[in-house]
């Protein structure tokens, strides 16, 4: 499914102008600047359809593409990100839990998370209302290239024991460079499940 061409076609600052849910979709959530744009271009090998930047707080929209008419990837704003005001802020992870809590459709919510820095508070939050509203979602860590393997391994064992309580989680934790193209073969192989054929 990751073949197909990848076209952007639609953008959303609220929920109203979420186009309307007809193919089975995957979002990418997490904090700023963790690579949820870089992993998509990774994923469809499709570099530039997806705009990826240095500077946190690079997507201020739900960004939604698809795969032909097989899958559709979305492309959270990340939350967390210091510096926007407080009422951006806000306003951004007020849409995104309402898109992951809400969305039809939504197949699987891939949360992703720096391998250097671990979960932090707002994603542990994020998980709460997945598990509250029943939304299917896996971890992913990302910027492996960034660290020793045993580092990884580590910080896959340290998460999945903080969520081996809940019920939303599917696991094996994931891991993934989007540098190195490390593990985006078996997250194709995992996610490419979930597409329509
Ligand atoms: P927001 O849209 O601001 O929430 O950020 P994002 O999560 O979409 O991050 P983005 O993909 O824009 O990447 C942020 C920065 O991290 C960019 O400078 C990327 O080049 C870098 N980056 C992304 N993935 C990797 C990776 O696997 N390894 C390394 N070393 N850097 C990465
Ligand atoms: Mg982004």
Not at 38 to 64: C, E, H, M
Not at 98 to 108: D, F, P, Q
Request: hydrophobic share 40%.
């Amino acid at each position: 499914v990751f073949r197909n061409k990848l076209e952007f076609f639609a953008a959303a600052k609220i929920s109203s102008s979420f186009p309307p849910p007809t193919i089975p979709e995957i979002a990418f959530a997490g904090v700023s600047n963790v690579g949820k744009s870089s992993l998509l271009n990774a994923l469809t090998r499709q570099w530039g359809v997806v705009r990826t930047s240095d500077k946190p707080g690079l997507t201020q929209t739900i960004n939604f593409f698809r795969l032909a008419s097989k899958m559709c990837l979305v492309d959270l704003p990340g939350y967390g990100f210091a510096y926007a005001k407080d009422e951006v802020k806000e306003s951004w992870q007020e849409l995104v839990k309402e898109y992951v809590s809400t969305r039809v459709g939504l197949e699987r919510v891939c949360l992703l998370v720096h391998t250097k820095r671990g979960m932090k508070p707002l994603d542990y939050e994020l998980v709460d209302l997945m598990e509250r509203s029943k939304t299917r979602y896996q971890i992913v860590l990302t910027k492996t290239d960034l660290v020793f393997p045993i580092d990884v391994a580590r910080r896959a064992m340290e998460i999945q024991e903080s969520l081996k309580k809940n019920k939303c989680v599917i696991n094996p934790v994931m891991m993934a460079s989007s540098k190195t193209g490390a593990g985006i073969r078996n997250l194709r192989g995992v996610l490419g499940k979930l597409a329509r054929f």
